[in-house]
């Protein structure tokens, strides 16, 4: 079974510091993608960065950077010098080729409050 | 820029109703999903649809019925709203087959069944 654990249902920040919100994954396929998305207080998802199973090294995104460690199954987001506008929920979401590259899989999301 | 509209950001339904949530996205996606999000949940897939006329139960489908009949738009239909069925809604669109390609989303409906 396919699935997708964040284990942080609340985390909070100071403004300008780094963040890291913690996501783990389970799926047997060997070809996968990992997604980050941003959910503000208006509703709508805002795709922030992927990871492909395959690429070898970390993606980055501006401030945002995925912690990438296959063998761990983790797809860790790292948020660099935090602003007020960063507090929102954060869903890590996984798709794969059983999913037929089209589903996606979302995790319960972690909520950041980030204090000035 | 990619852009997902849905017909209501709010919504208010008596049980029993037939509700209908439609959404509309302008960038010739072959693939359109409807997520409803509950707290402490995530997004859970209802329907998705990969081509006009064409549709895959998601992982809860129960209660729920959708239509596609031209490729930009994408129906979500409750038969008969039960207060069970009162959440958030999202639409999302994407490109098909590649595993890279990111699902783009609507504003999402917030449905109160009463």
């Known amino acids: 079974a396919q699935k997708i654990t964040q284990t942080q249902p609340g985390m909070f920040v100071q403004e300008k510091e780094a963040v890291t919100l913690d996501c783990t994954y389970d799926t047997s396929d060997q070809s996968y993608g990992l997604f980050w998305y941003k959910q503000p207080s208006s509703g709508e998802m805002i795709f922030l960065i992927y990871?492909?199973?395959?690429?070898?090294q970390n993606a980055t995104e501006g401030r945002y950077s995925l912690n990438f460690q296959k063998a761990r199954k983790s797809a860790n987001l790292v948020i660099s010098a935090s602003q007020l506008g960063d507090s929102a929920m954060y869903f890590c979401?996984?798709?794969?080729?059983?999913?037929?590259?089209?589903?996606?899989?979302f995790g319960a999301g972690t909520r950041l409050a980030v204090h000035p | 820029d990619v852009k997902v509209t849905q017909s209501s950001r709010y919504l208010v339904k008596r049980t029993g109703e037939k509700v209908f949530l439609e959404c509309v996205q302008d960038m010739d996606h072959e693939n359109m999903f409807w997520y409803r999000q509950d707290p402490g949940l995530g997004l859970r897939l209802i329907y998705f649809s990969y081509d006009v006329k064409m549709k895959e139960k998601g992982d809860i489908p129960e209660g729920y019925s959708v239509s596609r009949e031209k490729k930009e738009r994408f129906s979500l239909i409750l038969e008969s709203a039960s207060t069970n069925q009162t959440s958030m809604y999202l639409c999302?669109?994407?490109?098909?087959?590649?595993?890279?390609?990111?699902?783009?989303f609507g504003p999402g409906t917030r449905l109160t069944v009463l």
């Open positions: 999302a669109s994407s490109l098909g087959g590649r595993v890279g390609n990111e699902q783009f």
């Open positions: 990871q492909g199973s395959y690429d070898e």
């Open positions: 979401a996984m798709k794969s080729l059983s999913g037929g590259y089209n589903k996606l899989i």
